[in-house]
């Protein structure tokens, strides 16, 4: 089963911006430089933000809905990010360099498997999941920190 891994869009993103430190404050948000490479996963772009760029760090609602999985995490989003467009069956670097956590949802928004993956099993693990028919998508996050990666459907 082909799979399709969705970046966030930027627009939701871009206005923080334009905010002052104390306003990011406010909003739960703060602005942070990058220092290392990998450790600033950009959400958008689906890259690491290299050393001396810019990030906003913030709090994204990634489950909505009448659901008792909905969840938030913090995020990095750069400020130069474009869109990623990853193609079916791709797992960009971002997420193959890393230990993830599979969650699988169904068309309720409830969870139905999850598993612990080495990034570099990724795509094997989203095939094997996606064979339930009753699968929807798959929340994709870092293991370690519990981060909010990407999500996965059907291509």
């Known amino acids: 089963m082909t799979f399709q891994i969705h970046a966030l869009p930027m627009a939701p993103f871009q ?13 739960g948000a703060c602005r942070v430089i990058a220092d290392t490479n990998p450790g600033f996963p950009c959400r958008v772009s689906l890259q690491d ?19 008792p999985y909905a969840a938030s995490h913090a995020i990095y989003v ?3 990010a474009t869109q990623a467009q990853p193609k079916p ?3 960009p670097t971002v ?7 599979i969650r699988a949802f169904d068309a309720s928004q409830m969870m139905q498997t999850a598993d612990v ?12 999941m996606f064979e339930n028919p009753a699968i ?3 929340d994709i996050h870092n293991a370690r920190q519990g981060c909010y990666a990407a999500k996965a459907t059907r291509a």
């Open 136 to 138: 929807t998508f798959i």
């Open 78 to 80: 750069r400020h130069s």
């Open 15 to 27: 206005p923080l911006f334009d905010l002052s430190d104390q306003e990011l404050k406010t909003k």
């Open 89 to 91: 069956d791709e797992v």
């Open 95 to 101: 997420l193959s360099s890393r230990l993830l956590s």
């Open 49 to 67: 933000a290299a050393p001396g760029e810019t990030l906003i760090l913030t709090n994204y609602r990634h489950l909505n809905g009448p659901t």
């Open 117 to 128: 993956v080495k990034g570099t099993t990724l795509a094997e693990a989203l095939h094997r």
